[in-house]
């Protein structure tokens, strides 16, 4: 059957090439259109099982809740041009209509100061309310000492969680602007002025309004856009129009460096980068391989009909792959590459055996049709062992994989059907030609590769010391591979110097939060809280955010209530304010010292219990105690207050007669008794929690440092947040999980791929022997591949690690070549085989290490991992074939002639 098909391929080749290669370009140009529908889904999420439950809740909750995947805008500098550049970035992007439907860089202000207190803790109330009492500044002042003394010096347990952590740090804030604020009042010469005095009551009572880092040198904006993570191409345009804005507005604040972070920006980066690597990896590929062409058959034409064999493959599968799969991910995107160093070996072979042939003298349709048959059942038989191999990772769990296996499994077969058809054709079409012109010449001879012959010969006489070497050598490498390591870090894979991910390190490092967190839906708001306060008692978790922290429960709603009835009393009925006079001034330094000394309490505190920005914050008021030169706020105000006591006190009596009736009118706003529902929150809050149709609600769980670098994190982050709920979905616990998936894919693929393989070898050769000889050399090529990747330091990655089941399907080519060219010649021939097959094997081999070591020129660094696997793995499974097969075969035969010497003596 085989032999009539090549038959027939080589009389159509040969009467009508035109009309082969017209149906061939007509197939081509049906599979170019289709495959221009292509769309890249570079998102490792795309690699998971689509059914996967967590999957599954994921996309559930990007479609449901639009805050989900939201633009992060994150800016470094100076705090007031932050705060300016924020000021006029916000309103350019809520003109973005079309992507972007709300913009939240601040608090949601209003809301606070109207509801502030009964979001506050019944115990907080509490501890705070006496500072209400009384706002005449000593007496003020004084309360918010034993306010300090009693909710974090005297409580042990004040900064147990990352909330507390976080409050803390809120109203250490308030206190370092208030001591800015009467800095300025005691200096200043004229009257204060408003904005400062209403800015300072607001830092006090709610905090910086701004999303600003505690050292207020990095602000974050959120934009909520109209679409989703699943729209690629929106994110990619939004994504780019969003960091347009972003630059042209930066440009007018010289402290200011910002971009976009986060997964919706590092999605686009992803894709990106991929499309684009995509086409200069396969540029570069084909560049190489041509220019390869050129040396070694010392002509211009057959490189030129190898890549127009390779090109039409390529697009052939394009076209197959936009009809079964609609789009290619991480590990399917770079198919085209593997290809193109897959399907030269078909095109090698057939250019090899004809300009042999041609060049010995025989006529044109007898050398077509002997070229076929000497290379064809190699090329089949390898094109199948490879496509079945890669075919192999259908079975899959993991769509990533499985997606591969029906890519390149299906590119083999197509690129190896178009090398069968077009080289023919194109070989006959250039032959006739020129015998038309009457211009034919002896073909000319390309390059011989005598040394191979020679190498061969070596080897097969010394096998036995081969072999021997051979088996330390696998040994010694079998022993590194074992001990090779994985990279768990997926920003790894990443392209380097991404602005996306040095923003979203200093977002890490500056708020404890990072983009990377997990999801989960509630059915009810009461469902949230109990999730969410669990979440908050975890040390792990930098940051929760649910609908619950907006609606306390009625239980404590009515705690609370008998508290802000008693501030707010407090606050109708004391509002006259006593002056300080000049025998106040010992009191009132005092009491700044009094201050002075609980945060430093607070400060030590936070240092013992690893609280840095606890830490960090009260070291901003007070310096470092271990500075011999600290310089302490609190101390400067006082030695100003002393050395102009009269003036001092007389403007800091004009201060607090200007702030006290601000804050005494925020503070009675935020005293509202009328409870919080759902119904009563403003849009902008409902909007980010709950569900398009009402039903569910989001909770948001952020780790409080990057789980990629730390795999033990990861695992412990993970395992927590499904012992929280086990419908906890989100990017930390799909890689986690991806992770255990690939890896058990992994080894049942490489399994059945062994099988298989062996299995197909067993039915062409039909003999065991010449099975067992074609698996040597892949065998000990995996070994070595692995092995020499442990030695020189590359870990396998989320991407390259498909690479071990790959090398199985690519490095079986080259044994099965050999093994068919010495079948067809017979024994006593390992010198000619070597020297004839085994240059098309080396050329082979050349051009795929060449087309996969052209991935390492990607920006993406998760396909130069894989480019360098497979560059190393193509080059072991070579050195196995032409090392350890001439060896194999002469110990073959110095035991058949044995065997026969004994039955001729016999």
Known sequence: MRVRVLKGIAGVAEKRPLLLLFIILAITLIAGVLSGQLKLEMHFKNLMPEDHPMVQEFDHIIDHFSTASMIIVAARGQESELKSFADELAPQLEKMTGFIQRVEYKLERDFYLKHGFMLQKAKDLKNSRDIYSDLSLLPWLSHVNDNLERTYVYDDNSLSTKEKENNAVIALDGIEFWLDALSVATSAEQTINPVLVTETAERLLIGDEYLISQDKDMLLIFAEPTFTLNDVDLVIEASDSVDAIIQRTAASYPSVFAGSTGTMALARDETVAASQDAYVTTIIAFILIIMLFILSFRMWVSPLFAGISLIVGVIWTAGFAAVTLGSLNMMTSMFSVILLGLGVDFSIHLITVFTELRAAGQERRQALEQSLLKSGNGIITGALTTACAFLTLTVSETAGMREFGIVAGSGVILTMISALMTIPALLSLRDKTITRLRKQKQSPRPVEFAFLASVSGLLSRRHTGVLVSALVITAALLYSALHIRFDYNYLN????????????HEMEDEFDVTPDFSLVTSKSVEASRAIANKAKDLKMVGMVTSISEYIPSQQEQQQRLSYIREIRNNLLNQDRINPLNVHDTEPLIDELYRLEDNIIELAQLAYLGGQDKVDLKAK???????????????????????????????????????????YRGLALGMAATTPITLDSLPRTITDRYVSDDGSEFLVSIYPKTGVWEDLGFLERFTQRMHALDDRITGIPSIFYVLMGIIGRDGRVAAGLTLVIVFLLLLLDFRKLRYALLAMMPLVIGAIWMVGIMSLTGLKLTLVNVIGIPLILGIGIDDGVHILHRYQTEGRSSIRHVFASTGKAVLLTSLTTMLAFGSLVFATYRGLGSMGLALFIGVGACFLAT???????LGWLEKATESKSSKGDMS
């Open 493 to 504: 894979m990443e392209p380097k110097g991404l602005t996306s991910i040095k923003l979203q």
């Open 620 to 662: 901003s008021i007070v310096g470092d105690l271990q500075d011999d030169n600290r310089t302490s706020k609190i101390e400067i105000l006082v030695n100003h207050i002393q050395d102009r006591q009269q003036t001092s006190i007389s403007r800091l009596n004009t201060f607090q007669q200007d702030f006290a009736p601000v």
């Open 882 to 888: 032409i090392l350890v097969l001439p060896a194999l």
